[in-house]
């Protein structure tokens, strides 16, 4: 596959790379960092892919640069600010404005809490909709692992924003 080829197969799921990529690492620059080396690794073994999914096997080489990055940095890992800017712009009341810009922070906040076996999981399937059998090529472990570890990691964010909706 030359490069054209490459770009042309590969580029189009920068974005999903680079959020799970965020995700997993909690820092918008080491993330472009990783998604960058995963992209010259993909590059340099693009042999390797048989097929299949491009997202998934793209994913995959993303998902082993995070986790190697992460062994290397732990002892200086961050936890930045997360971006702000997600409310709708159309949206006129300034109080509702105010509501969902606390929602959508109490719903970062705890994802980001979440260990990273756990919110890996909600950001593949729930943020990228990827499907079980994707998502365990990417992770490399049997769907019903996927399914119980999504299982779980939904119960822990639906416990954490349970008293902000006043349920238990």
């Known amino acids: 596959m030359d490069t054209k080829e490459f770009s042309r197969v590969f580029v189009p799921h920068l974005d999903a790379a680079y959020n799970l990529a965020r995700w997993l690492l909690r820092d918008d620059a080491d ?10 690794r993909a590059l340099k073994f693009v042999r390797g892919y048989r097929g299949g999914d491009p997202r998934a096997w793209l994913l995959a080489i993303v998902r082993n640069a995070a986790y190697t990055h992460l062994a290397r940095n732990r002892a200086s890992a961050t936890q930045p ?3 702000e800017s997600t409310q709708a712009a159309d949206e006129p009341d300034p109080e ?3 509501l969902a810009r606390v929602d ?15 919110r890996e999981m909600i950001v593949l399937r729930d943020l990228e909709g990827l499907s ?3 998502i365990a090529q990417v992770a490399d472990i049997p ?6 570890r999504l299982a ?5 964010l639906r416990r954490a924003l349970a008293p902000r909706c006043g349920k238990e």
């Open 143 to 148: 769907i019903g692992t996927v399914m119980s």
């Open 152 to 156: 779980r990691a939904r119960e822990r």
């Open 104 to 118: 959508a922070a109490a719903l970062r906040s705890s994802l980001a809490a979440l260990p990273d076996e756990f």
């Open 31 to 40: 993330a472009q960092d990783v998604v960058q080396e995963a992209f010259l």
């Open 81 to 83: 600010g997360l971006d």
């Open 96 to 98: 509702a404005q105010h």
């Open 132 to 134: 079980y059998k994707e």
